[in-house]
């Protein structure tokens, strides 16, 4: 009878241990799932034009994790229409500065990330592209880099300078050129939110 009443105290022990094991583990996803989402939000509320760098260059991987951000946007019909030059050229970055009219802050970067579209793949490349330009603005705040981004898209003035500088081929049309490097200094984030601007079941 006693190592009867000791085997169910026992099983009423583990079954204690697995529930509370259970209860923390839950509590433990619940809370990373809660940091998680509190990260991406700050990120987006990060986010803010960035117009001057130090002299110090972007490493490899942090390109590559901007591109493959770029490369996750959403895109009608899922026909991604992007195509991305990365451009570190001193001489390419300097030219393009003194021949597009606001993205003179190209002779301080060390890099940009031109956003383009295949105008063959899709009518409305634009659309899918400007997803792809936010989501590579957003990875580079992630990275604790600084980025602009700066128009090409519909000027064909400003278009015809990228292509010079590029050589894109006529059916590739550059959507935006994002010069991007380390933040010299401290930068402020603008407060955006209108909830003037916010309209719920009526205009």
Request: proline share 5%; glycine share 4%.
């Amino acid at each position: 009878m006693r190592k009867f009443n000791t085997f169910y105290l026992l099983l009423a022990v583990v079954l204690v241990i697995v529930i509370l094991k259970t209860s923390c583990m839950g509590e433990q996803k619940q809370d990373e799932a809660t940091l998680k989402s509190k990260a991406v939000l700050e990120n987006i509320a990060e986010r803010k034009s960035v117009r001057k760098y130090l002299n110090r260059s972007v490493e490899e991987d942090k390109i590559d994790a901007m591109v493959k951000a770029g490369m996750a946007a959403p895109s009608g019909m899922d026909r991604r229409p992007w195509e991305f030059v990365v451009v570190t050229d001193r001489v390419v970055l300097d030219s393009m500065a003194a021949k597009l009219p606001y993205a003179k802050m190209l002779t301080g970067a060390p890099l940009a990330i031109v956003v383009c579209g295949d105008t063959t793949r899709s009518s409305y490349w634009y659309l899918d592209c400007s997803a792809a330009t936010q989501n590579v603005l957003l990875a580079a705040e992630a990275l604790g880099l600084g980025a602009v981004w700066t128009a090409a898209y519909p000027y064909e003035d400003r278009i015809d300078v990228v292509r010079q500088n590029t050589g894109l081929p006529e059916h590739i049309v550059p959507l935006c050129v994002i010069p991007i490097g380390y933040p010299d200094g401290p930068q402020k984030v603008k407060d955006k939110f209108d909830p003037q601007r916010v309209h719920r079941n009526k205009y």
